[in-house]
């Protein structure tokens, strides 16, 4: 569910359905380079993680190296499990501080903008609503860069 406008005192229709099936969206964006890398998959744990890395990895300009932020999620904290790809690292932030996180603010945008208020028939509706919600983010040039960039990680750090 999400916010909606509506007129004060009344009450807004969305459909609303009580069955429950899942599909997990695995995304990681790069503000400066206005791009992304995303999965869809059926579960959320060590072993989907570790597919999602090789997709960043896969996804990472040659010659760079992707920093990739981690809340506290059961599936980021494996005990060792997790197989961190040559050209990425993992940079776990703070309890309780999702606003460091530049990926929150896609998953918001996703969801007001293209996955709220809505019944899927289906398990497949569900993968091809969550497919056809990230392509249409990373196919509009500059909205990646103008939700996920943070001045402060931007800025040269110097030693």
């Not at 980021?76 to 050209?87: D, E, F, R």
């Not at 040039?141 to 931007?154: L, V």
């Amino acid at each position: 569910m999400t916010r909606v406008w509506a007129e004060r005192g009344s009450r807004p229709r969305a459909p609303r359905d009580q069955r429950y099936d899942w599909a997990y969206l695995f995304g990681a964006v790069c503000p400066a380079h206005d791009k992304g890398a995303a999965l869809v998959l059926p579960s959320a744990d060590g072993e989907t993680m570790n597919l999602h890395l090789n997709e960043i990895s896969r996804n990472v300009t040659p010659g760079s190296h992707a920093v990739v932020t981690l809340d506290g999620a059961g599936w980021h904290q494996t005990g060792g499990k997790l197989k961190v790809p040559h050209n990425v690292s993992l940079l776990k932030l703070p309890a309780y501080s999702p606003e460091l996180n530049p990926v929150e603010n896609i998953w918001q945008y996703l969801r007001q903008n293209q996955l709220s208020n809505r019944v899927f028939d289906n398990h497949d509706a569900i993968v091809d609503a969550c497919c056809d919600a990230w392509n249409a983010l990373t196919a509009q040039p500059g909205r990646i860069q103008s939700i996920a960039t943070r001045p402060w990680a931007s800025a040269p750090v110097t030693l």
